[in-house]
C-alpha cells in the first residue's frame, strides 16, 4: 500500500516563462535510464522479490523506503515539467522536438526520456542477490545525480533550477545508503570514492537551503509504523560533510502544487474549463466542503 500526500518534497515556483524545450530536457529526470521512473521501480521491484526479509530486515527496509521516497521524486519533477509547458503556445511545443508533450500529455509529463523514448521495464536490475542489486543500486543514483547535475547546467528555467536543486542533494542520500549498506553487509568501503560524481553542493545556490536544513543527511521513513530497522543501516558519518546520518519520522509537511492554469488549445481539462470547474463547485458545496477547499495556500 502506498500512502500518498497531496503535497511536493520541493518547493517550486508559480508557472512563469514557458520553457518547451528546457522541460524536454527535464523528461531525461523522468524517463530516462537513470531518471526516476527507474529508481522507483527498481527498488520497488527488489523489495517485492526480497527473500529472507525478516532475517535480514535492515536491509530489507532500506531498499523498501528509499523505494517510498521514489514516489515524492516523481511527483516533483512532474510538477516541474508541467509547470515549465504552463502558458506554452502547443505548435511551439511540436516544434520543440517533444510534440507528445502537447499531443498526447495535454502539456503535461510523461513517462518518457529526453528523446521521446518511452521509460521501459528493460532498466530494472532485481537480481536477487543482495550485494549485486546494492551495487546496482548505488550505481544507479550515481548515474542520477550526474544526470540532474547536466540538467542544471543546460537548463535556467526556475522550476528546473529549483527540481533539480532538490534532487541533487536528495540524492546524495540515497547514494550514502547503499554505500554504507554494502560497506555493512560486504566491508567495502566505498565512501572513499565521495564525492561522486563531483558535485560541489555547498556552491549550488539551489542545493544550498536543503544543504543548511540538514536534508543531505537525514534519511526519512515514508510510513507511520514500518521500516524501523532502516535506522541499523543508515548510521555513521556522512563521507563529505562529516555531518551525523540520522532516520527521521515523520517526513517534513511538503509543499502544495504549483496552480496550473487549463490550456484550451490542448483541451486540458477539456473544450470548456470553466463549465467544469462550475460542476466541480456544485459538488463540493452539496458534499459540504467550504468554499476554500481545493485551493489551499502553503
Partial sequence: MILRIDRLGAELPPPSDPDPEGANAVQELMGGRFGEMSTLMNYTFQSLNFRGRQS???????VANIAAKEYGHIGAGGAAITSMLTGADAREIVASG?????????????????????????????????????????????????GKLKVYETVDHPAARALTGYLIVRGGVHQVAYARALELLTGADLTKTFP???????????????????SHLTLYRFTPDDYKEVVAV???????????????????????????????????PDYAPGEIAEIAEKLRRDAGFKDDVGRRAA
Avoid: Q
Avoid at 196 to 214: A, N
Fill in 234 to 268: 543508515f548510521k555513521g558519518t556522512h563521507p563529505e560533510t562529516g555531518g551525523e546520518l540520522r532516520v527521521e519520522h515523520p517526513a517534513p509537511e511538503g509543499f502544495p502544487w504549483p496552480e496550473e492554469p487549463a490550456e484550451k488549445d490542448v483541451f486540458a
Fill in 56 to 62: 535480514v530486515r535492515p536491509f530489507y527496509d532500506l
Fill in 196 to 214: 561522486m560524481p563531483r558535485i560541489p553542493t555547498d556552491k549550488i545556490p539551489e542545493c544550498r537551503p536543503h544543504l543548511e536544513r540538514g
Fill in 98 to 146: 517533444a510534440p507528445a508533450h502537447a499531443l498526447k500529455a495535454g502539456k503535461g509529463v510523461l513517462p518518457i526520456d529526453s528523446g521521446g523514448a518511452p521509460w521501459t521495464g528493460d532498466y530494472v536490475f532485481s537480481s536477487g542477490d543482495l550485494g549485486e542489486n546494492l551495487t546496482h543500486n548505488f550505481f544507479l543514483e550515481t548515474g542520477a545525480r550526474n
